[in-house]
């Protein structure tokens, strides 16, 4: 079974930078879209941006600019680096991946806290 582990977040101050790390592992499959969410207190999880597979990207407006997704094939790996934090940029961020098996399915992370304090 596929599963997903993140790393990378914690609490910085508004202007700097996170990065955030999403692998993905077990078994042979492929990593079709690679994405990530993030939901905040009180707030429905929202799309932040993904990539595909051939390496076309979309953004979330308030975070285009700002954020920039990556991922490494080779180690089914997916980045999201954030740069010029916003306290806004707070919530709990979820990496997000479509995998095909026998047939395609979501695999989601466990989530990683992103804090930014004013």
């Known amino acids: 079974q596929v599963q997903l582990v993140e790393s990378g977040g914690g609490l910085v101050q508004a202007g700097d930078s996170l990065r955030l790390s999403c692998a993905a592992s077990?078994?042979?499959?492929?990593?079709?879209?690679m994405g990530w969410f993030r939901q905040a207190p009180g707030n429905e999880r929202e799309f932040v941006g993904h990539?595909?597979?051939?390496?076309?990207?979309r953004y979330e407006d308030s975070v285009k600019g700002r954020f920039t997704i990556s991922r490494d094939n080779a180690k089914n790996t997916v980045y999201l680096q954030m740069n010029s934090l916003k306290p806004e940029d707070t919530a709990v961020y979820y990496c997000?991946?479509?995998?095909?098996?026998?047939?395609?399915?979501?695999?989601w992370g466990q989530g990683t806290q992103v804090t930014v304090s004013s």
């Open positions: 997000n991946v479509r995998v095909a098996v026998v047939a395609e399915y979501d695999v």
């Open positions: 077990g078994g042979t499959f492929s990593a079709l879209t």
């Open positions: 990539i595909t597979w051939s390496g076309d990207t």
